[in-house]
């Protein structure tokens, strides 16, 4: 796994990198938005780096988008990593919004159906930020 700022504070990225090249967390700073962008697999081998490297990512943030639309596959068990996120995102009171593609809307559906997770289906005919 990756992980890459695109703008803002350079955060480090070795406590969250694994021999995986499956996965690749990226995060820009918009003021004091954070918006982490999600691309490949989540699935039961990397789901605490991903839980660790997005809450890493929201350290500084006043809102986080987390922008999952580039991931091609979530396993069910991953669902634990988005409430991990959650967990600590609301120990911290920072709010966030998770974009759903595909792969997350059918896990969200199955394993959320409370809706703890706050999350939006991707906007028809918008491209995936880098």
């Given amino acids: 796994m990756t992980v890459t700022p695109i703008r803002g504070r350079v955060r480090d990225a070795t406590p969250h990198a694994t021999r995986s090249r499956r996965l690749t ?20 081998y990397n789901g605490k780096q991903f839980a660790a ?11 986080l988008t987390l922008d999952l639309r580039g991931l091609d596959f979530m396993a069910i068990d991953s669902i634990a990593a988005l409430h991990a996120i959650n967990a600590h995102l609301s120990r911290t009171s920072t709010p966030w919004t998770v974009v ?3 792969a997350v809307s059918r ?6 159906p409370e809706g ?6 991707a906007p028809l005919g918008v491209a995936e930020s880098a």
Avoid: F, K, Q
Wanted: overall charge negative; glycine content about 8%; some cysteine.
């Fill in 107 to 112: 896990v969200l559906e199955m394993c959320d």
């Fill in 25 to 44: 967390v990226t995060s820009r700073s918009a003021g004091s938005d954070v918006i982490a962008s999600v691309r490949g697999e989540v699935d039961s």
């Fill in 100 to 102: 759903a593609g595909a």
């Fill in 53 to 63: 490297a997005v809450c890493d990512a929201a350290t500084t943030a006043g809102h």
């Fill in 116 to 121: 703890l997770i706050p999350a939006v289906p």
